[in-house]
């Protein structure tokens, strides 16, 4: 069906005459009786009988006319939801890893509550490979993801990528430990991450460079059990920068070279239009 005919009808049904529905939509009055015909033709029914000079909607035609509310409401509802220019409104799904989250997505939601309280974001916690195929099959929006300067992420032609921050990654060691070359840790037991292999890589690379393989003993994706086991003297794990992770882990810097973890927020080219989208991806703000 035609909705523009379905407004004919409904208006019809308002008003009670062809010609104040054509005074009121801005047409002829012989457009609206065609209108009301063809609409007819496509529903197989008849939607108005004679009543004197005027017409009325038969009980088929009153049918349709009350059907007719939802579907152009619904047909609006939808015209707005994805008009750049309107106030953005809807689920919007996001998987990230955590540091991301916290960094940035949760600021941007608190911004969002007051400006645009209408967008309600759902928050899944995802290592980059499981928020891709998310993402591929349409089961979230956004993708927070990131990867090292050591072991890049390869880009899907079909992604939108936009760097949010990046930060220094170092060897986490217990805090009475200082600096030493990087070849004097071939005999420790390493940890790394159990959902994600970046980590892992960028450790072969460097123990590569320094002339052993690491003896990887603990998988963990938690950074703060990382420090446990770090605390404890269970292993050593590469860690970010800044403040310590908790008091008893001391992180080295890695200079030759350097480890740098590199933020992105990621989306399906094309979808950053849809304005709860655009306007979460507006709020991602990089921390100073």
Same mark, same amino acid.
């Given at each position: ?10 208006? =019809? ?128 929006? =956004? ?108 992180? =080295? ?36």
């Amino acid at each position: 069906m035609d909705v523009r005919r379905l407004r004919l009808l409904l208006e =019809l049904s308002r008003l009670g005459s062809m010609h104040e529905v054509a005074a009121e939509l801005g047409t002829t009055t012989s457009a609206v009786s065609q209108g009301i015909a063809a609409l007819a033709r496509e529903v197989h029914t008849p939607l108005v009988e004679p009543d004197g000079r005027r017409v009325r909607l038969t009980p088929a035609g009153h049918r349709l006319a009350e059907h007719a509310v939802t579907i152009l409401a619904a047909v609006e509802a939808a015209r707005l939801d994805l008009d750049p220019a309107a106030e953005p409104v809807g689920v919007l799904r996001v998987a990230g890893f955590a540091t991301a989250i916290r960094r940035s997505l949760l600021p941007a939601m608190d911004d969002l509550a007051q400006t645009h309280p209408g967008i309600e974001v759902r928050v899944h916690e995802y290592e980059p490979l499981e928020a891709f195929d998310l993402l591929a099959r349409d089961d979230v929006d =956004l993708a927070l993801t990131y990867d090292y300067n050591l072991a890049p992420l390869s880009w899907r032609s079909d992604h939108e990528v936009a760097e949010l921050w990046s930060v220094d990654w170092g060897l986490g060691v217990p805090a009475r430990e200082r600096r030493a070359p990087f070849a004097s840790y071939a005999d420790r037991d390493w940890i790394v991450n159990s959902r994600n292999t970046a980590d892992e890589e960028v450790l072969r690379t460097l123990a590569s460079m320094a002339g052993f393989t690491p003896r990887i003993v603990h998988r963990i994706d938690a950074l703060e059990l990382v420090d446990d086991l770090i605390v404890a003297g269970r292993g050593i794990g590469l860690l970010p920068r800044g403040p310590a992770s908790r008091r008893g882990v001391r992180v =080295l810097p890695l200079t030759d070279p350097r480890v740098t973890m590199r933020a992105y927020a990621v989306t399906r080219r094309g979808r950053d239009r849809w304005p709860p989208l655009r306007a979460v991806l507006d709020r991602l703000a990089v921390p100073t």
